[in-house]
């Protein structure tokens, strides 16, 4: 619950693979924490035809407008109740208008890109900058902070690892909301508001009931994925420069 006891909608901007789920699980425990799943996904994948795993199943699950998401995102929401919406930035086409979210409380959770290309590359074989979404990360980025003219907190998925205790305290003060020590575990298995494609991407953190211990781990590109992780680094130090 925020100082003040309003209701507070906070955007989370993230690519794939980026322990987004296990953050919308966190922001979930919170009691007057409702949490929304990648809402714009159906519109990406009926805008763009891109042929991804469950594809029929998701447009079929949520509307395609995008205006119609943004509306349902925008509804009032009751006195004192918050809700935490889990974005992926490839799923903002251009012709998104941003605007809409800058009411909202905008984070940015970022993650060492060849940790994301290694992750995403075991889950699906076609992967691009668009797939990943750092490059549309930073786009949106500056422009969240063009329109609402003020600083743009960003995180850094190794630092929650890390430290999730540390790190989640500091990130609440970034969007003035009361630290809640609910938010270090959750429930294992399904969460009711899971994204249908839940079977494809969420067993790691359907089997969690935390934030997984960061591991170091050794990591082997493809010269093609090196390739790509090398187009992804100044976009991601661009966005490095502002963590908290």
Known sequence: ??????????????????????????????????????????????KTGLLHPMREEVIASQPIDWRIVANDLN????????????????????????????????????????????????????????????????????????????????VEAEDILKNPEATLKKLCVALDIEWRAEMLGWPKGRHPEDGIWSDHWYASVEASTGFSPYEEREITLSPEQTELLEEQIPYYEELRHYKI
Not at 10 to 39: H, K, L, Q, Y
Not at 85 to 103: N, R, S
Not at 130 to 141: N, P
């Open 1 to 46: 619950m925020t100082k003040a006891a309003e209701a507070v909608r906070i955007s989370m901007w993230s690519g794939p693979r980026n322990i987004s789920t296990a953050m919308m699980r966190s922001f979930s425990s919170r009691p007057e924490c409702r949490v929304v799943d990648e809402p714009f996904y159906a519109y990406y994948l009926s």
């Open 75 to 154: 509804a009032p929401l009751p006195e004192g109740k918050s809700l935490y919406i889990k974005h992926m930035t490839q799923h903002m086409l251009d012709e998104v208008d941003l605007g809409i979210f800058c009411a909202h409380r905008n984070v940015f959770l970022i993650r060492d890109p060849k940790r994301v290309i290694a992750s995403y590359a075991a889950k699906w074989d076609r992967i691009s900058t668009d797939d990943i979404g750092i490059k549309r990360q930073t786009e949106i980025f500056e422009e969240i902070r063009k329109l609402t003219g003020s600083p743009v907190p960003v």
